[in-house]
């Protein structure tokens, strides 16, 4: 098994110098592997020039001008027109046609396991997460350190021509975010998922991360697993555009790829048997002690799989355990099993 290199890009500046920097890092990926997939072809096909296409971007913009700028540099860096790559930033927030099609599949094998695991004793919470997503990206992603010149710095895996903040991240004031991708049929016009996920990038702390996600506006949703390291609370928010379902987390929990929260028992959702197959591989593995072994115990684990291996449609693109101390936070992205500590690092707390 060839080893999967991780690069750190570090970015600074304005919202457009950022988003520029992280573009031209990525633009062989995008060209390479996004522009020819199946995916994005089905996106460009139904979506591009569409008025409802136009009716999130105004959302948007109106909301947060800002991130829709770090777009604007993201589409310069990769030399693409910003259309395309906001087309490619809305691909959760749109419809595609039958559930079976290999676009509808694509969207479905992008899963993510996540973990949150209260403070005990002396020691802190942690959250650890393995970022899943199409098995071409392997390889392609970078782990992005952020510095705007205004707001909290903050880093983030990055998957090519994507915004941050819709996998794994962390900011200055100590907030840590995984996210996990859910399939609730109540897409409508609105901010985009992946702006909002953006947002709570920056963030001052929990309180204002949950009041983003309390957005009436949102056009689709994610599961947003959200620490806090000066307090040292996490909490589980399941967030599709018509509600949201915020859990303060008091024992370990796992969350996989869809809704569990009986307030969206009403809400249409797809549920792909891999989610299903992790969510109940994880519980029994929290209830069976698992976590003595820490985190990567259950994340590793290969017999469901939790871990997906590079072979797979859908594969395990790193994964990251965060642990949040009161005045800082650690993290170790593992590139795979055989690879740990692929990347390690601290952020101070403001």
């Known amino acids: 098994m060839s080893q999967i290199v991780i690069p750190r890009v570090c970015a600074k500046g304005d919202a457009f110098s950022i988003g520029f920097a ?168 609105g901010v985009p998922r992946q702006i909002i996920s953006r947002a709570i990038l920056s963030a001052r702390g929990l309180g204002e991360a949950i009041e983003i996600l309390k957005r009436k506006d949102r056009a689709s949703g994610f599961h947003h697993n959200l620490g806090e390291a000066k307090t040292g609370r996490l909490a589980s928010v399941e967030a599709p555009a018509s509600g949201y379902a915020v859990r303060e987390v008091a024992s370990p929990q796992a969350h996989a790829n869809h809704l569990l929260s009986r307030e969206f028992e009403h809400i249409t959702q797809t549920i792909n048997p891999s989610s299903r197959d992790r969510q109940e591989s994880a519980d029994r593995m929290i209830a069976d002690g698992a976590l003595a072994g820490g985190p990567e115990a259950i994340l590793f684990d290969e017999d469901t799989p939790i871990y997906k291996k590079q072979d797979d449609n859908s594969s395990t693109l790193a994964t990251s355990v965060f642990k949040l101390f009161p005045d800082h936070v650690e993290w170790h992205v593992h590139a795979s099993p055989n690879d740990r500590d692929a990347i390690i690092g601290v952020m101070n707390i403001m």
């Open 22 to 189: 992280l573009g031209q890092v990525s633009a062989t990926s995008f060209r390479e592997r996004v522009l020819i997939s199946d995916l994005f072809r089905a996106l460009d096909v139904l979506w591009r020039n569409s008025d409802y296409l136009r009716e999130l971007e105004s959302a948007a913009r109106a909301a947060y001008p800002q991130f829709v700028r770090e777009i604007e540099g993201l589409a310069a860096g990769l030399h693409q027109r910003f259309e395309t790559v906001f087309l490619w930033n809305c691909r959760g927030d749109l419809r595609l046609s039958g559930e079976s099609s290999p676009t509808a599949q694509a969207i479905a094998g992008a899963g993510c396991t996540s973990l949150l695991i209260p403070s005990r004793g002396d020691e802190p919470a942690v959250i650890a997460h393995n970022e899943d997503n199409v098995a071409e990206f392997l390889g392609a992603c970078h782990f992005v350190e952020v510095q705007p010149d205004t707001g909290p710095a903050w880093n983030s895996f990055m998957t090519p021509g994507t915004l941050p903040g819709e996998t794994f991240g962390v900011n200055q004031y100590g907030l840590v975010q995984t996210i996990n991708n859910i399939r609730p049929d109540d897409l409508r016009p």
